[in-house]
C-alpha cells in the first residue's frame, strides 16, 4: 500500500527523519573541535603575559574617596531638580514628587526650595490631593513670601480644597506682586 507523500513511515533504525538528523550524537560530533583550533582561538582572545608587560601604564593618584564617589549637593539639588520637572511632564507624578522631596533635602537655601514646593504643590493637585496641595503651597509662599507664582498655587489649591475667602485673599496678594 502506498501512503501520502507527505506520510513516511521509518522501520529501519538506520533511517532517521529529516529534521531530527541535526540533533543526533552523531552529529554533535561532528561539530566538536580539536584541540589546535580551540588554542587558536584562545591565542586571539587572551595575551601572553610579555605582551600584557607592554601595556601596563603609570597609575595616577587616585581621587579622594569622597570626592570620587559622592556628588556636589548642589549639582545634586539641580539634577534632582530638573529630573523632577522631566517627570512631571512625562507625567509620572508620584516619581516626580519623590525627586523633588529628595532635592529638598540637598538644598540649604529658602529661596530654592520655593519653587520646588510650588511645583509639588501643582502635582499634589493633578492628583487630586488639595489638602497636601495647600499645605506645599504654604510652604513654598513660607520661603519666598514675595514670590507670585506661589500664591498663585496657594489659591488654585485653596480653590479646589473650598476655602473661597482665603483663596481670593492669596489671589489677589498675586496680583499686587505681579503689579509691583
Not at 509620572?92 to 529658602?110: G, K, N, V, Y
Amino acid at each position: 500500500p502506498t501512503l501520502p507523500h507527505s506520510i513516511q513511515i521509518f522501520t529501519s533504525f538506520d533511517m532517521k527523519p529529516p529534521s531530527v538528523e541535526a540533533f543526533g550524537w552523531q552529529a554533535a560530533r561532528k561539530r566538536l573541535r580539536t584541540a589546535p583550533d580551540i588554542r587558536e582561538e584562545l591565542g586571539t582572545a587572551f595575551q601572553r603575559e610579555e605582551e600584557l608587560e607592554e601595556e601596563v601604564q603609570e597609575e595616577t593618584a587616585a581621587p579622594s574617596l569622597i570626592k570620587r564617589q559622592l556628588e556636589d549637593t548642589k549639582a545634586k539639588f539641580t539634577r534632582l531638580k530638573s529630573e523632577g520637572a522631566l517627570l512631571a511632564q512625562a507625567e509620572r507624578f508620584a516619581e516626580a514628587l519623590q525627586h523633588w522631596e529628595q532635592a529638598l533635602l540637598f538644598t540649604e537655601d529658602i529661596c530654592d526650595r520655593g519653587p520646588i514646593l510650588e511645583q509639588m504643590a501643582q502635582v499634589l493637585l493633578l492628583l487630586d490631593r488639595p489638602f497636601d496641595a495647600v499645605r506645599t503651597a504654604e510652604r513654598a509662599v513660607e520661603s519666598r513670601p514675595l514670590w507670585y507664582p506661589g500664591h498663585l498655587t496657594l489659591g488654585r489649591a485653596l480653590l479646589s480644597f473650598g476655602e473661597l475667602e482665603r483663596a481670593v485673599e492669596c489671589l489677589r496678594r498675586c496680583s499686587e506682586l505681579v503689579n509691583q
